[in-house]
């Protein structure tokens, strides 16, 4: 896109405007997000007519909201119709912040495209109101998502009840995410595949990871390569595999710190004691400094 249409389209959806756009909406104070949130959630968006086609209708929800259309969702969209709608149909929309508006035009389509299964977002920024506005609002037909190379927190997205497949590579990961991740991967039922790929999460993120690996039944793959890793991690989470020792068993000091262990970690998924994982079948440690001094 020239340089000129870029800045219109920067301009056209600032938070002004599409606060302006959604003036239908007589609730003051709701943020950008809060108001698209209502715009999908009540309706507000049924004026315009679904064609099926996702480019045609990204542009008439801008146009219905006043937006210039993104020009990363609009290349993303263009890029998927011309690979033909199939059931592998990907939208992937790299290195573009998207704002409010925007992620409400996109999130206003989906439910008629059930071709797009695959919803990828590299490097795009989003905040967390932006991630809840995608667990409230994307459709069951989109099974796999990527929110890749970002700061953005996602322990939310894997409590969304149709994803199968979750790609957080090269996420950003603060310590306090690591509870609220292992919480949600723990209560999930039907995540089959998770990578944690690159997201440097360190051993001290690994035991809420682990303990939830003992309540998840529908995991089939989890990858934790190039993560900083090391032996303390690999005993945690092959504790994952191995059926607790019963109570009286626990003798002695060595009995007394495995049960403290399991404890924290049970407390880590919200107190729950599950048992020994059968489900995994892959699990990916590459990269890591397993065996290696540190």
């Known amino acids: 896109m020239a340089e000129v249409g870029l800045r219109a389209w920067q301009a056209r959806s600032s938070e002004a405007t599409f606060a302006l756009a959604a003036g239908e909406l007589e609730e003051p104070g709701l943020t950008p997000f809060g108001i698209a949130d209502r715009l999908l959630e009540g309706g507000g968006l049924k004026k315009v007519l679904a064609t099926g086609k996702p480019v045609a209708d990204f542009e008439a929800y801008c146009s219905h909201l006043a937006l210039v259309p993104h020009p990363g969702i609009l290349s993303a969209l263009t890029l998927a119709a011309e690979s033909g709608a199939d059931l592998s149909g990907v939208v992937s929309i790299r290195g ?6 925007s992620l409400c035009a996109l999130l206003a ?47 939310l997205l894997l409590t969304m009840p149709a994803l199968k497949v979750a790609s957080l ?16 991967l723990g209560a999930n039922s039907t995540l089959t595949s998770l990578s944690l790929y690159c997201c440097l999460l360190g051993d001290a993120a690994i035991a809420p990871i682990a303990a939830a690996l003992r309540l998840n039944a529908s995991l089939l793959a989890l990858n934790l390569a190039k993560n900083m890793l090391t032996d303390v991690a690999t005993e945690a989470l092959l504790g994952a595999f191995t059926d607790p020792a019963p109570p009286d068993q626990a003798e002695g000091e060595e009995g007394e710190q495995a049960e403290a262990t399991d404890v924290a970690a049970d407390e880590a998924v919200g107190g729950a004691i599950g048992t020994a994982n059968r489900t995994l079948t892959a699990l990916n440690l590459s990269g890591n400094l397993i065996g290696v001094q540190v």
């Open 96 to 101: 573009h912040i998207c704002d409010a508006g």
């Open 169 to 184: 590579r090269c996420c950003t990961f603060p310590a306090a995410e690591a509870v609220p991740l292992g919480a949600a």
């Open 109 to 155: 389509l989906l439910p008629a495209n059930r071709q797009l299964t695959t919803l990828k977002f590299w490097h795009c920024s989003l905040p967390a109101d932006a991630v809840e506005l995608l667990r409230g609002h994307l459709p069951p037909s989109i099974t796999t998502l990527a929110v890749e190379a970002d700061e953005t927190p996602v322990s």
